[in-house]
């Protein structure tokens, strides 16, 4: 079964607007933390944000927000006043338990800005 | 800040040949993993290591070995280099054993095997 799960392959927003990008995860571990990656067309994995399962608060990091609802398993990333660099493709992983268990990695979201 | 490189940004090897990916970090890291990137596929893990000469499978090991002599290299071996093997390979590192350690990516290597 899929751990992560990014359910919209591709979407587009308009310049300056938010868009939310979705991911669902499945863990039993009540120790684990989400990432989110962005990867530009050049190739290069890009760490924006991360979430712990304890975390009481949603994390931020500038114009990047994250939706975490525990109950639901979702991990939304908030990508707030949309910008044409923020075209790219975006990552949903997590790591369950401690720091040297790998990331497992969604299919990841095509995020297309029009001006 | 942390820096992973990787050998070659692009690669063209022919079936059969055997292909060395190397990667270097500069942070003192203790893990270092590979993955490969399809379209459509995610990333994929195929080997990691949390320690000098120590290396643990991934999802996806078949076709491939690794080598980690020193902490801040990580090898990934194609010993016979197949079509199927064409693909994007990513590595990464990360500090420690907290669970708050971002994985820092290399800039990729595109494999195309002929």
């Known amino acids: 079964a899929q751990k992560i799960t990014q359910t919209q392959p591709g979407m587009f927003v308009q310049e300056k607007e938010a868009v939310t990008l979705d991911c669902t995860y499945d863990?039993?571990?009540?120790?684990?933390?989400l990432f989110w990656y962005k990867q530009p067309s050049s190739g290069e994995m890009i760490f924006l944000i991360y979430?712990?399962?304890?975390?009481?608060q949603n994390a931020t990091e500038g114009r990047y927000s994250l939706n975490f609802q525990k109950a639901r398993k979702s991990a939304n990333l908030v990508i707030s006043a949309s910008q044409l660099g923020d075209s790219a493709m975006y990552f949903c992983?997590?790591?369950?338990?401690?720091?040297?268990?790998?990331?497992?990695f969604g299919k990841g979201t095509r995020l297309s800005v029009i001006a | 800040d942390v820096k992973v490189t990787q050998s070659s940004r692009y690669l063209v090897k022919r079936t059969g040949e055997k292909v060395f990916l190397e990667c270097v970090q500069d942070?003192?890291?203790?893990?270092m993993f590979w993955y490969r990137q399809d379209p459509g596929l995610g990333l994929r893990l195929i080997y990691f290591?949390?320690?000098?000469?120590?290396?643990e499978k991934g999802d996806i090991p078949e076709g491939y070995s690794v080598s980690r002599e020193k902490k801040e290299r990580f090898s990934l071996i194609l010993e016979s280099a197949s079509t199927n093997q064409t693909s994007m390979y990513l590595c990464?590192?990360?500090?420690?054993?907290?669970?708050?350690?971002?994985?820092?990516f290399g800039p990729g290597t595109r494999l195309t095997v002929l």
């Open positions: 990464a590192s990360s500090l420690g054993q907290a669970s708050t350690d971002t994985q820092y």
């Open positions: 942070m003192d890291h203790e893990n």
């Open positions: 992983a997590m790591r369950e338990g401690r720091g040297n268990t790998p990331l497992v």
């Open positions: 979430q712990g399962s304890y975390d009481q």
């Open positions: 863990t039993s571990d009540p120790s684990y933390g």
């Open positions: 290591s949390y320690d000098v000469k120590m290396k």
